[in-house]
T-cell receptor, first 114, second 113 residues
Framework: SQKIEQNSEALNIQEGKTATLTCNYT??????LQWYRQDPGRGPVFLLL?????KEKRKERLKVTFDTTLKQSLFHITASQPADSATYLC?????????????FGSGTRLQVQP | DTAVSQTPKYLVTQMGNDKSIKCEQN?????MYWYKQDSKKFLKIMFS???????INETVPNRFSPKSPDKAHLNLHINSLELGDSAVYFC????????????FGNGTRLTVT
């Protein structure tokens, strides 16, 4: 089965800096990868999807990269704000031909200090 | 106008009891899911339904029984609750399509004492 690793330690950065979160996976290479944001007491909220043939995807201050050779995705938030503080989860699609159910990492908590 | 709503938000009960969690989505999605988030924050798929048909049933004790009366509802019934069932349970839905994002409810925190 797919194993996903996200840094379990919280990432603390100063407001205005760029936050970079890492998602590493083993076993098969997914056709696409998704990133979600989760606030305390709330369900995850979808942010971005990147396909295996896309190196990079952007949405406003967010940028996601996908390196299938390294089996890694990086999630960047530029010009970070205290409101960006949350837990960020990466999720991978199942093996090709398998029944669909995203596999989630345990998330990395981001704390942006004012 | 909540997209995916689940009730109750908190559920505290004793071992051995039977309880249900309800989920409804008004997004018109074909697929609904139940995920379990444990204390280490891992979200694990439990069940998935597509148009009221069970399509995924992970290694979940048969004390857990999902029921989908229609494609907008997916309820979760748990029999003979155990301490290890304590977790946050999330309902989600998605439209058809292999890479469709999931829309989650805000979770039900189940505490078994």
């Amino acid at each position: 089965s797919q194993k996903i690793e996200q840094n379990s330690e919280a990432l603390n950065i100063q407001e205005g800096k760029t936050a970079t979160l890492t998602c590493n996976y083993t076993n098969y290479s997914p056709a696409y990868l998704q990133w979600y944001r989760q606030d305390p007491g709330r369900g995850p909220v979808f942010l971005l999807l990147i396909r295996e043939n896309e190196k990079e995807k952007r949405k406003e201050r967010l940028k996601v990269t996908f390196d299938t050779t390294l089996k890694q995705s990086l999630f960047h938030i530029t010009a970070s704000q205290p409101a960006d503080s949350a837990t960020y989860l990466c999720a991978l699609d199942p093996p090709r031909g398998g029944r669909r159910a995203l596999t989630f990492g345990s998330g990395t908590r981001l704390q942006v200090q004012p | 106008d909540t997209a995916v709503s689940q009730t109750p938000k908190y559920l505290v009960t004793q071992m051995g009891n039977d309880k249900s969690i309800k989920c409804e989505q008004n997004l018109g999605h074909d697929t609904m899911y139940w995920y379990k988030q444990d204390s280490k924050k891992f979200l694990k798929i439990m069940f998935s339904y597509n148009n009221k048909e069970l399509i995924i049933n992970e290694t979940v004790p048969n004390r857990f029984s999902p029921k989908s009366p229609d494609k907008a509802h997916l309820n979760l019934h748990i029999n003979s609750l155990e301490l290890g069932d304590s977790a946050v349970y999330f309902c989600a839905s998605s439209p058809a399509g292999a890479n469709s994002p999931l829309h989650f409810g805000n979770g039900t925190r189940l505490t078994v004492t």
